[in-house]
C-alpha cells in the first residue's frame, strides 16, 4: 500500500550501484546475470547497459554498431503469455464476467455534481487528471459522488462474515488509523492536498475519486471510516498495469446487473439481489479479483517526480518480490520450488464462517480480514479477535527458519558444522563466533516487505549460563521502548539529501537508501555473534537465536502517539536454541522444525554468496552436493558462485553436471546460457535461453537476456519481441526501457524511442544519490557496520585489530 | 498616462489584497460539507483562533431557537497529564469511554431544562485536546431527527476525523 501507516520501504537498490558496500542488496533486484553482465562483457548492449546503470549516466549512449531488422535470420519467436493457471488453481467459475459499461456520457446527476467539484477543484498536479500523482481512475474519467458507492453496512446486511471481518482489518482502517494519518497529514500541511492523492488512490480511494482532496472540498467526507470499503475493490473493472500506485479502474458501483448483464448503479432493495444471485455475483466479482495483478493495483508503488519534485523512486513492490518468488513459478532462478500460490492463497485462506455469509462455500469463507503482519492498528482500536488471529497467522506456515547453524571457536581453524551433527569440545573463556542463519523459507515476498522504513523484524540473540544470568544479548529491547541499535534488523534505511533518516514517513524528501538488510523470498541471511564464555561457567550455557516482529519501529508511534502510548506487540516469529556444554558435546538430535542438512549448507552458502564470500560459499555448496549427489540445483548453485567469481570454466564444468542430472532444469540453462555468452557461443546462448522462456515465459531475467542475445546478433525485432516482453512483466525494467529506447531509434520509431529514452531517464539512479547514504552512515557509526555484507554483532573490544589498521 | 497607470496597479492591489483577505477561511478540523452531512442540511460556519495554533469552530443549521450546532474546539495544552483531566471532567461522571479516537476519548450526553441535548465527546491526540460539541434542541422543523444509535454513530465518525486531522 502506497504511502501508509507507515509505508515506504523505499528498494532503489540500483541507486546505491555504485557503492560495494550495497552489492549485496543490488544484487537481490537486479539478480544474479545483471551483476555478471554488469562487470566485464565485452558485448556492447550488455556493457552499454551496465555501464550506464553502474555509473548512472545522464545520457543515453549509444551503441557503437548499427542494427537493422534481418528478416531472413528471424526464429520463431516466444512471445509472452498471459500467465495461465492450471485448473487445480482455479475455483470453478460460478458466474459469467459482467460487462464493463461501455464510456459513455456521465449521467445527469454525476455530472452535475463533477461540473460542481470541478469549479474550485485544484488540478495544479495535472489539468484535467483527478488523481495525480496517484493512478486511480473511475469508469467516466470525472469525478464520482460518494453516495453512488452503496456502503458496507448496506452490503453487511447479508454478508455479516465479511462485514464483521473487513471492519477488524486493515483494508477498512486503510484511511483513518492514527499511523496513517499522521503520515499522510505531514504531506497535506507541507506539501498541500492534492499530493495526498498520491496516498490516498490507495488508502481512500472514494476520497480521490468524488474530488475530496482539495482545499475547498465540498465534500461529505463521512466515508472516511470505511477506507477501502466494499463496492471500491469490488467495482474495480479492469488493472491498468501492475504499474501500482491504485493503478485500477473501478466502474461506477453496482451490486446486481439487468438480465442482458448490464450494470445498474447504486443501492437496489436486497430482494432485487435475492432474487437473482447471479446478477448480483456478476456485477461484484470478476475472476481477475484472484490473480496477483489485482493486489498489485497497490501492493507496488513508485514515489513519481510530481511528488517528490526530484525523480522517479521505487517504493515498494510485494508484487514484484512475489513474482520473483518460488511461489509464483514464474521465476526459474529460485533456490527452492513450491507449489503455486497467489497472495490471496496465503492472505485470505478459506476457513469457517461463524456468522451468516452467502459468499461461503460449504460451510468456509474467504477471509476477509487479510491477515499479515498488522498488529498495530487491531492493537489501537481493540479489535482483539483480528490482533490474535494476525499473530497466529505470523507465527503460522513455517514462514521462517532460524539455524544456530556452526561455531568458531577463536584459536582454532575449523568451522563446527551444521552444529548437532558433530562432536565439538568448549571450554570456559573461549571466545565463541556463532553462525546463525535465518531462512526467509516460506514468506511470497521480502522478510519485511513494504514499508521497511516503519516494520520492524530483527534477530535476538542471547547467551546465558545456567542459572539463568545473561552473557550476551543482542536486539533487547531498551526501557524506553527502542530497539537495541546494534540489533541485526531486517529494515532498511532511507535518507534525505542532509543524510539524515527519513523518521516520519515523508517519503517525498527520501533521496537514497544507507542499507537495505530485508532478506528476499527464498533467500537466506547469515548472522555472526561473538561472545566470551565467562571463566566461572563450568557447566553449560544456552544461545537462543529468534526472529522478533513488531509493526511499527518505537520511534514512528512516539511520532504517532506521543511517547506516553502502551507498548505495541512484539511477535516472536521462529526461534531456536542450543545447549552447549563446557567440555565434551555429542551430536543431538534435531528439532521437529530443523532443516535437513544439506538443506542447512545450502543456505548457509546462500547467506556466503550474498555477502560476496565466494570461497565460503563454494565450500558450503559443495557440502550439499556431497550430502545431495543426485541434487541438480546443488551443481547449479556451485556454478551460480563461480560466475559472480567470475571462474567461468569452473561455472560451466558444474553446471554441465547440474544439466546432467536434470537435462530441463531451466535454471541450470538460465545461468549457462551466461556462460555460453561469455565462451562467444551465440547460438546455444540464445538456445538455452530460448528453451527457458519456453518453460518460462513470464520470466523477467530469461527475457532480458534472450533480449540483449538477439540485439548482438543484430536481430532487432526479436529483441524488441524480448523487451516488449519484458515489460508486459514488469513495466520499469530498465534495461527493457534502456535497450528498447536504441533499438526502436534504430527501426525508424522515434516517438517510441522517445519515450522509452525519457522513461529510462526517469527510472534510473541518481548518480549523487549515494552521497546521502554514506554521510549518513558516517554520522552513526553504531550502526553503519550494518551496510557491510559481512558483519560481526560482538560486545569484545579487539583494540589489537582496531590499532592495527588491517595492516598485521 | 503614467498616473492613470499607477492608480490602475494601485487598485488591482488593494482589490488582491481585499480579496485575499476575505477569502473565507476553512474550519481545519472538518469541512463545511461534512458538518452539513451530520447536521442534515447546508450549514453557516464560523471560526475564532482562540491561539495562535488552535481554533474553534461552529457550524449551525437551522433559526432561531430550532438550531443544531456542531462546535469544535481544540487546545494545545502545556501539560497534557494534568490539562486533560480538566477538559475531561466537562463531561459528567456517566462518560462512556471511547477507544480509537485519539489517544483517548469519553463521550456524555446532558439535557438541560429546556430539553435541548448536547452529545459531547472530549478527545486527546498527544498533546492536544479537543471538545466536539452537538446542540440540538427537543425537536424542529429543520433540525435531523437522529436516533440514538445513529447520534452516536455520527458524532464519534466526526470525532475520529476531528482527531484523525489532529494527528
Redesign the interface.
Known amino acids: 500500500m502506497p504511502c501508509a501507516e507507515g509505508y515506504w520501504s523505499i528498494v532503489s537498490p540500483l541507486a546505491l550501484q555504485s557503492s560495494t558496500i550495497h552489492k549485496q542488496q543490488v544484487r537481490q533486484k537486479v539478480q544474479m546475470e545483471m551483476d555478471h553482465n554488469a562487470r566485464k562483457s565485452r558485448w556492447v548492449v550488455s556493457l552499454v547497459f551496465s555501464t550506464a546503470v553502474v555509473a548512472g549516466l545522464s545520457f543515453l549512449p549509444l551503441g557503437t554498431h548499427a542494427i537493422s531488422a534481418q528478416a531472413g535470420q528471424q526464429q520463431e519467436s516466444v512471445p509472452a503469455q498471459p500467465q495461465t493457471y492450471p485448473d487445480r488453481r482455479i475455483e470453478r467459475q460460478e458466474y459469467i464476467q459482467a460487462e464493463p459499461q461501455p464510456k459513455t456520457e456521465l449521467n445527469a446527476e454525476r455530472k452535475e455534481y463533477a461540473d460542481k467539484v470541478r469549479q474550485s477543484y485544484n488540478f495544479s498536479v495535472m489539468k484535467g487528471n483527478i488523481s495525480l500523482p496517484g493512478n486511480a481512475e473511475v469508469e467516466g474519467d470525472d469525478f464520482i459522488q460518494p453516495g453512488a458507492f452503496p456502503n458496507a453496512k448496506y452490503c453487511g446486511h447479508c454478508h455479516q462474515e465479511a462485514y464483521h471481518q473487513w471492519r477488524q482489518a486493515l483494508h477498512s482502517n486503510s484511511f483513518r488509523t492514527p499511523f496513517y494519518r499522521t503520515s499522510v497529514n505531514i504531506v497535506m500541511n507541507t506539501k498541500g492536498i492534492q499530493f495526498a492523492r498520491h496516498c490516498d488512490s490507495c488508502h481512500n480511494p472514494i476520497g480521490v475519486l468524488s474530488g475530496g482532496l482539495t482545499q475547498e472540498s465540498i465534500v461529505d467526507r463521512k466515508f472516511d471510516q470505511d477506507g477501502l470499503t466494499c463496492t471500491t475493490c469490488h467495482s474495480v473493472q479492469k488493472i491498468q498495469s501492475t504499474i501500482g500506485n491504485g493503478a485500477y479502474v473501478l466502474g461506477v458501483p453496482a451490486v446486481t446487473t439487468d438480465a442482458a448483464g448490464k450494470r445498474i448503479p447504486g443501492e437496489v432493495p436486497y430482494a432485487d439481489i435475492l432474487a437473482h444471485p447471479d446478477w448480483h455475483a456478476r456485477a461484484v466479482m470478476q475472476p481477475f479479483y484472484r490473480t496477483p495483478e489485482f493486489c498489485a493495483a497497490c501492493h507496488k508503488a513508485n514515489l513519481p517526480t510530481p511528488l517528490n519534485g526530484y525523480k522517479w523512486i521505487r517504493a515498494f513492490t510485494a508484487y514484484d518480490e512475489w513474482q520473483n518468488s518460488k511461489f509464483s513459478q514464474r521465476n526459474p532462478l529460485t533456490f527452492y520450488s513450491a507449489d503455486f500460490t497467489t497472495c490471496q492463497g496465503c492472505h485470505m485462506k478459506r476457513a469457517p464462517n461463524t456468522l451468516p455469509e452467502p459468499g461461503a462455500k460449504n460451510g468456509t469463507f474467504v477471509s476477509h480480514r487479510w491477515e499479515a503482519g498488522n498488529t498495530a492498528v487491531p492493537f489501537y482500536y481493540g479489535f482483539d479477535e483480528q490482533l490474535q488471529k494476525t499473530i497466529a497467522f505470523l507465527r503460522s506456515g513455517n514462514y521462517l527458519n532460524v539455524d544456530i547453524f556452526a561455531l568458531k571457536i577463536a584459536g582454532q581453524d575449523e568451522m563446527i558444522a551444521p552444529l548437532g551433527t558433530r562432536p565439538f569440545k568448549l571450554q570456559s573463556s573461549d571466545v565463541v563466533q556463532a553462525l546463525v542463519v535465518i531462512q526467509n523459507k516460506n514468506i511470497g515476498h521480502s522478510l519485511i516487505p513494504e514499508v521497511r522504513d516503519l516494520y520492524e523484524a530483527w534477530v535476538e540473540f542471547m547467551v546465558k549460563d545456567s542459572a539463568g544470568k545473561e552473557i550476551y544479548h543482542s536486539g533487547f529491547i531498551k526501557p524506553d521502548g527502542m530497539l537495541d541499535e546494534r540489533a541485526h534488523s531486517f529494515t532498511n534505511r532511507p535518507v534525505n539529501t542532509d543524510g539524515v533518516f527519513v523518521d516520519n514517513h515523508k517519503v517525498w524528501t527520501i533521496h537514497s537508501v544507507a542499507y537495505d538488510n530485508t532478506v528476499a523470498a527464498g533467500r537466506s541471511a547469515l548472522v555472526r555473534y561473538e561472545f566470551k564464555i565467562p571463566a566461572e561457567v563450568k557447566d553449560a550455557v544456552t544461545v537462543t537465536a529468534r526472529v522478533n516482529y513488531r509493526h511499527l519501529r518505537q520511534s514512528y508511534t512516539n511520532n504517532v502517539l506521543g511517547k506516553d502510548h502502551p507498548d505495541y506487540p512484539i511477535v516472536e516469529l521462529a526461534s531456536r536454541t542450543r545447549t552447549l556444554k563446557i567440555g565434551d558435546n555429542l551430536p543431538t538430535p534435531p528439532d521437529t522444525g530443523d532443516n535437513s542438512d544439506w538443506m542447512r549448507w545450502n543456505n548457509l552458502g546462500i547467506g556466503f554468496l550474498d555477502q560476496l564470500q565466494y570461497s565460503d560459499a563454494i565450500h558450503a555448496f559443495q557440502e550439499v552436493t556431497k550430502l545431495r549427489p543426485d541434487y541438480a540445483d546443488g551443481f547449479t548453485n556451485l556454478g551460480l558462485t563461480d560466475i559472480e567469481w567470475e571462474k567461468f570454466s569452473d561455472a560451466h564444468a558444474n553446471l554441465e553436471k547440474a544439466l546432467k542430472l536434470n537435462p530441463e532444469s531451466a535454471r541450470a540453462l538460465y545461468y549457462m546460457a551466461l556462460i555460453e555468452r561469455r565462451f562467444s557461443h551465440s547460438e546455444a546462448e540464445v538456445a538455452d535461453l530460448r528453451k527457458v522462456v519456453e518453460m518460462y515465459p513470464q520470466s523477467r531475467d530469461a527475457r532480458r537476456e534472450l533480449g540483449i542475445s538477439y540485439y548482438q546478433q543484430d536481430n532487432t525485432k526479436l529483441a524488441i519481441e524480448q523487451f516488449e516482453a519484458l515489460q508486459t512483466i514488469d513495466s520499469d525494467d530498465l534495461a527493457a526501457h534502456y535497450n528498447l529506447a536504441i533499438l526502436y531509434r534504430r527501426a525508424g520509431m522515434k516517438e517510441k524511442a522517445k519515450r522509452e529514452s525519457a522513461m529510462f531517464v526517469t527510472k534510473k539512479v541518481d548518480p549523487g544519490a549515494p552521497t546521502y547514504s554514506l554521510d549518513f552512515l558516517r554520522k552513526h557509526p553504531e550502526i553503519s557496520t550494518e551496510s557491510v555484507p559481512w558483519h560481526l554483532h560482538s560486545d569484545l573490544v579487539q583494540e589489537s585489530t582496531i590499532q592495527s589498521g588491517g595492516q598485521n | 498616462m503614467m498616473s492613470a497607470l499607477k492608480t490602475f496597479w494601485a487598485m488591482f492591489g488593494l482589490l488582491l489584497i481585499a480579496s485575499v483577505s476575505c477569502r473565507a477561511e ?1 474550519c481545519p478540523w ?2 463545511a ?2 458538518a ?3 447536521l442534515g442540511g447546508t450549514v453557516t460556519a464560523k471560526l475564532v483562533h482562540t491561539s495562535r495554533e488552535d481554533v474553534t469552530c461552529e457550524f449551525r443549521l437551522g433559526r432561531g431557537n430550532d438550531v443544531a450546532i456542531l462546535e469544535i474546539a481544540v487546545h494545545t495544552m502545556g501539560s ?2 494534568q490539562d486533560f483531566q480538566s477538559y475531561r471532567s466537562t463531561c459528567s461522571s456517566a462518560a462512556t469511554p471511547l ?2 479516537i ?2 483517548e476519548a469519553t463521550e456524555c450526553t446532558s439535557i438541560d431544562q429546556r430539553g435541548t441535548t448536547t452529545e459531547q465527546i472530549v478527545a486527546r ?3 492536544r485536546a479537543f471538545i466536539l460539541k452537538w446542540t440540538f434542541p427537543p425537536a424542529g422543523d429543520s433540525i435531523r431527527v437522529l436516533s440514538r444509535d445513529e447520534l452516536q454513530d ?1 458524532i464519534r ?1 466526526l470525532a ?2 476531528v ?3 489532529l ?1
Open positions: 476553512n472538518i469541512n460539507a461534512t452539513g452531512g451530520a497534557p497529564a477507544r480509537g485519539g489517544n491526540v498527544r498533546d455520527t465518525n475520529e476525523q482527531a484523525g486531522s494527528f
